[in-house]
């Protein structure tokens, strides 16, 4: 009876000092330090490249740009002081870019109100933004084409967009076949 009383709680401390050694670190689960775990990275050469050059507003942008998708950027931060919000508030726009430029975005609109330095919250050591990318180069492409808008809607015309935009280097064949297929379940 006296040896049960004892197995119990010492078997229970063995189980869970060995389950604390195999658990990693999290800084080992990836991304760097200051974005924390959550850091997108590129997902190609084309996609870093539209991430770099992005350009960033709180407006949408011009007519025949369209909707990659709504994202969140989010990274660690120091809620409790000026220079931990700043650094968030950077980190977690520089995820966001990187997380819309991996959709196909060249354009991001930052979500909420007021200036785009106070967009985005700080909750529990972590700063998110949110925001919307857009392809502004496929509306540039049919205006330089002349096609018009009703033009365009058509599939053929789509289709064309993206081929032109792959044969020029600007998505890679894994995006393109990603907007393709986007594009062929996409209802008219």
């Known amino acids: 009876m006296a040896a049960r009383a004892w197995l119990i709680p010492i078997t229970t401390t063995f189980l869970l000092a060995g389950c604390g050694i195999s658990m990693p670190e999290l800084g080992s689960l990836g991304g760097d330090g200051s974005r924390g775990i959550f850091a997108a990275q590129p997902d190609s050469s084309a996609a870093a490249t539209r991430a770099e ?8 942008p011009e007519v ?7 994202r969140r950027g989010i990274a660690r931060a120091n809620c409790a002081s000026d220079d931990g919000l700043e650094t968030g508030y950077e980190n977690a726009l520089e995820d966001l870019r990187i ?7 060249d354009y991001l609109r930052v979500r909420g109100s007021g200036d785009i330095e ?3 919250f700080c909750d529990e050591n972590y700063y ?9 180069d496929v509306a540039n492409a049919r205006s330089a084409d002349g096609n018009t808008a009703s033009g365009a809607d058509s599939l053929t015309a789509r289709l064309e967009e993206l081929e032109a935009l792959r044969e020029r280097d600007l998505i890679t064949e894994e995006e393109y076949d990603r907007l393709r297929e986007r594009v062929m379940n996409e209802p008219y």
């Open 53 to 60: 050059n992005m350009e960033i507003s709180t407006e949408v």
């Open 128 to 136: 998110r933004i949110d925001g919307v990318g857009f392809r502004t």
């Open 118 to 120: 106070s967009r985005g």
């Open 64 to 70: 025949g740009a369209r909707e990659t998708g709504q």
């Open 99 to 105: 997380k819309v430029a991996n959709d196909g975005a």
